[in-house]
């Protein structure tokens, strides 16, 4: 008699976006990673990757954000979650992505591509479509957020330093 132990199932993988937005150069700016790897590979997006056991997703987003950038970022507010559902040729299911979203608060260090970025920068929130850049979805959504999100956070502790 064959032991046939069925495939364990298969689940979404958790992973987390490191959002840092800060006031650079006179604009409103966020920081973006060209992806190296697929998934993605090519487009542009937030630094991120899967959150680690024993790991917050808050703490995952930092991380990914300085091994991606070099750049360190303070976690804060959680922005939003996404699911991303890749699918095959064939419409069937490829993976299943639940991605936390959290506001990074700038600390120190500039973007350079590390890890799997080929690229990183500073690009400017409100002409972050009009760069030419291959945004993933969701993309300028969630640099408009970070953006509303730190004004309200500056609003609200007037005395804080606006980064």
Known sequence: MTDITPAPPRRPILGALGVV?????????????????????????????????????????????????????????????????????????????FLVATLCHYMSGQPVPDDDALEARW???????????????????LARMAQIARREESRVAPNAPIT
Request: some cysteine; hydrophobic content about 40%.
């Open 21 to 97: 937005c800060a006031h650079i150069e006179g604009e409103d700016c966020v920081i973006l990673v060209k992806r190296k790897n697929p998934p993605n590979a090519g487009t542009w997006g937030f630094p991120g990757g899967h959150v680690e056991l024993g790991e917050t997703a808050a703490e995952a987003a930092a991380r990914e954000l300085f091994e991606e950038t070099g750049v360190i970022a303070e976690p804060g507010a959680q922005l939003m979650t996404l699911d991303v559902i890749p699918r095959n040729a064939d419409g069937s299911v490829g993976g299943q992505y």
């Open 123 to 141: 690009v400017p929130v409100a002409r972050i479509e009009d760069l030419g850049l291959e945004l993933l979805d969701r993309v300028a959504d």
